[in-house]
């Protein structure tokens, strides 16, 4: 496991890193969709402000129209 090695030998060299300043956000939205669905609430939606990857707003889509009628 020659990339499990090289990934420690990273994180040693770089130094400790404090896992308590990390959220794992995945993770504490599924546990609330679960215990949502277990009572029988209606899950809460998905919070993201963040668009995939590709993913092309519809203003950008009406510029790009427009540029190629133009």
């Known amino acids: 496991m020659q990339e499990v090695d090289e990934a420690e030998a990273l994180m040693k ?10 959220r794992d956000r995945y993770r504490e939205a599924v546990e609330e969709v679960v215990a949502a669905k277990a009572e029988g ?13 590709g993913a092309v707003s519809s ?6 129209i427009i540029d190629r009628a133009l």
């Open 13 to 22: 060299a770089i130094g400790g890193t404090d896992m308590s300043t990390y």
């Open 41 to 53: 609430r209606v899950p809460p939606a998905a919070e993201t402000d963040v668009q995939p990857a």
């Open 59 to 64: 203003a950008a889509m009406d510029l790009s």
